[in-house]
């Protein structure tokens, strides 16, 4: 599997640790609690099965690009749910999506949720949280609307655990 990411500026990835580790800090999961060097905030624009990452090297000409973070998003399946914050869907964002899912080829239907019109961009605060989890983590996260840039650009190969950095 790998997945298409862009990054945001310095500020914003340190905000989105902060929130992190109030998780943390509060015993709850947290995405901060994987410890990975690849780990970092990001918005994933597109995951296949199979891309050439030199594919996405001229999409970071695209950046930088406003990155505005609202209120949480929830997706739950089950008894169990992800926790994350809401991006703005701005004009640029959307076209940069678009660019990178047009590269990708078409959504094997398992990641059907990245493709256009189906994509709800966010960057993840935890996953596999219980309900009574994502009350308390709403309860203690402050969640202010954050105003940043989308500087960076990577391809992540889970199968291999490496990174290709386009920006």
């Not at 590269?103 to 059907?112: I, K, M, T, V």
Request: charge should be positive.
């Amino acid at each position: 599997m790998f997945s298409v990411e862009v990054l945001p500026d310095a500020a914003t990835d340190e905000r989105m640790r902060d929130e992190w580790r109030r998780l943390i800090d509060a015993g709850l999961p947290s995405a901060g609690r994987h410890e990975g060097e690849s780990n970092r905030p990001h918005v994933t624009l597109a995951v296949r099965e199979r891309v050439e990452p030199e594919t996405f090297a001229p999409l970071a000409a695209m950046l930088p690009l406003p990155l505005e973070l609202g209120g949480v998003l929830v997706f739950g399946r089950g008894d169990r749910f992800v926790l994350t914050r809401a991006v703005v869907a701005t004009k640029q964002l959307l076209e940069l999506h678009r660019a990178v899912a047009f590269g990708a080829g078409a959504a094997e239907p398992r990641y059907a949720n990245t493709a256009p019109d189906a994509w709800s961009p966010h960057l993840t605060l935890a996953r596999r949280l219980h309900a009574e989890q994502v009350s308390q983590a709403l309860r203690i996260l402050e969640l202010p609307a954050i105003r940043g840039a989308a500087v960076g650009l990577r391809v992540w190969d889970a199968a291999a655990k490496r990174v290709t950095t386009l920006r």
